[in-house]
């Protein structure tokens, strides 16, 4: 739960899809939000009421009625809806969770699912548009340009390259004119909304805002609209923003250029290998017909599971739902993943010399989000590595003060199937990653020598449930929750059993676990070191 809300809080500090692309320099700021994942969530103004007691006999009356609020349908086509009646205060936050990520994407195709979820912003036939007819022959002009482009560069054809890209900017500049820039965005704006903004990660893709409660037809009529007919126009010059926002995190960050090596070398067969935001050569030869098959392969109404939280009637929500999104046609369910990652047979090692402070990374195998010990996994995660109790921080940057930061992540870079639980630190001046790495040796060890304290396991337990309380305390975490749950876990309903789970963690689970994990076959190790003088 924790790693969910650390999403949530640093989006405004390095948030990759964030619509007007402000950037962090702050290098800490950056590992962290790049490590915890791609597609992060911004804040957004929601109506709040004070957090109940986390003491487990003062949340489940709370928890019971919430779950009594929750009504649930799916239309005919397939998408499914679930509605939770708030009437705190007069608004309303929406969530659409499309099953389908990084994970997704056909190999030399990497970025796809991330350049969509980019272009759904552009608008529809009706949204975005003076006149699409007109616009329609114009972006179609432009697909056989960049063809015959990428064509003549595959023949070394220079000055044919040269005229052909006069002619694409010529027609660029025209169907520019068509373009209402940024249609959807005003709409709601004027209408009151807040927090328009969509994520990619490598499991999913979300689509959020609020609006004011009597703005519920609108929002059922735009989002409808959004993905019933979409125009992925201005496709070549959101392309250059996607490259130079990889540009920005992956090829001129050192950091970025670690993670990603990191995870190539942890995963061998496994989808989880590749980034998010795509290979450079891969964004570059994307086509809008490539964004366009991925999008009829993928948005299918059986992959959409939308989240509707506030002062809302669940009665008007489904008949608005049926008019709106009943409009779309079942399609079939799109094919899931089939690449099972090999179990790990020895420690593999990464190092990479570049001109940056020193980092270093251990990551594990474990299990998916579904299996039974997922909360041991979480519980072992706020151990080692949650705030300024936590032992890798106690030890290596307070004790010690070897590090700088000292911080981990379970289930990176997704939950969905096996992932990692990942630990990393940031070298202080004057120290090594071999020291860092001699501790992080010896608090693994003493994790599966040592029963964990009643008191401290009771300490993290707390914090568990006071930060999954907090998120469901906003509308828009209980939309975010609910959906994750629903797809990811098969029921909603699951994420009312987290604080049970929570409460039966024993010692013994997490020895248990510590020592079915950290084991030095299990290990991926990525070292990140200065680069060297020439």
């Not at 708030?86 to 990520?101: E, K, M, N, Q």
């Not at 949204?127 to 595959?154: H, M, S, V």
């Not at 499991?203 to 703005?215: G, H, I, R």
Request: with cysteine; glycine share 6%; net charge negative.
């Amino acid at each position: 739960m924790n790693q969910l809300n650390r999403l949530f809080m640093l989006c405004k500090a390095f948030p990759h899809c964030w619509r007007q692309h402000r950037w962090q320099s702050v290098i800490v700021t950056f590992l962290i939000a790049l490590i915890l994942g791609w597609g992060l969530m911004p804040a957004v103004a929601w109506a709040r009421t004070e957090t109940p007691k986390t003491s487990r006999q003062s949340i489940q009356p709370y928890l019971d009625q919430v779950i009594k609020r929750v009504t649930e349908f799916r239309l005919d086509n397939g998408i499914k809806f679930l509605v939770l009646e708030r009437h705190r205060a007069p608004v309303i936050s929406f969530l659409t969770y499309a099953d389908v990520g990084g994970v997704d994407e056909p190999d030399g195709k990497t970025g796809v699912a991330h350049f969509l979820e980019h272009l759904a912003f552009k608008g529809s036939k009706r949204i975005g548009t003076t006149d699409y007819q007109a616009e329609k022959q114009l972006l179609n002009q432009l697909d056989q340009l960049f063809a015959q482009i990428q064509a003549a560069i595959a023949a070394g054809k220079d000055e044919q390259v040269a005229s052909l890209q006069e002619e694409f900017s010529k027609i660029e500049s025209q169907a520019a004119k068509y373009v209402k820039q940024n249609e959807l965005g005003q709409i709601v704006e004027q209408a009151g909304g807040v927090g328009l903004n969509a994520a990619t990660s490598t499991d999913y893709t979300l689509y959020f805002y609020s609006f004011p409660a009597n703005k519920l037809e609108l929002w059922m009529s735009l989002e409808s609209e959004r993905f019933l007919e979409p125009v992925f126009r201005e496709f070549y010059k959101e392309k250059d923003v996607i490259l130079e926002e990889r540009g920005l995190r992956t090829d001129n960050s050192p950091i970025g250029q670690m993670v990603e090596t990191f995870l190539d070398t942890a995963f061998e067969v496994h989808p989880y290998r590749r980034p998010v935001i795509g290979y450079n050569e891969d964004i570059r030869n994307l086509t809008r017909e490539d964004v366009e098959q991925f999008f009829e392969a993928y948005y299918v109404p059986d992959n959409l599971t939308i989240a509707v939280v506030g002062d809302v009637e669940p009665a008007e929500v489904k008949r608005l739902a049926q008019i709106y999104f009943g409009r779309y046609q079942a399609k079939p369910a799109p094919p899931g993943v089939k690449a099972l990652e090999p179990q790990q047979q020895e420690t593999r090692e990464v190092t990479l010399r570049l001109p940056s402070q020193p980092w270093y990374l251990e990551g594990y195998h474990r299990p998916a989000i579904n299996h039974p010990d997922h909360v041991v996994y979480e519980m072992i995660g706020r151990l080692l590595s949650e705030g300024r109790t936590s032992r890798l921080y106690k030890s290596l940057v307070e004790e010690k003060q070897i590090a700088l930061s000292a911080q981990g992540f379970s289930g990176f870079p997704g939950s969905k199937y096996p992932n990692l639980m990942l630990l990393y630190a940031l070298t202080a001046p004057g120290h090594t990653v071999e020291e860092v790495a001699t501790v992080f040796d010896h608090e693994l060890d003493q994790l599966k020598q040592e029963p964990v304290s009643e008191q401290e396991l009771e300490r993290v337990k707390t914090q568990a449930r006071a930060e999954l309380l907090r998120s469901l305390d906003s509308n828009m975490g209980m939309a975010r929750y609910l959906t994750s749950y629903e797809v990811r876990t098969g029921s909603w309903r699951n994420l009312f059993k987290e604080l049970d789970k929570i409460a039966a963690v024993t010692p013994a689970d997490i020895q248990r676990v510590a020592k079915a994990t950290f084991r030095t076959e299990n290990r991926t190790i990525g070292r990140l070191l200065p680069k060297e003088e020439d």
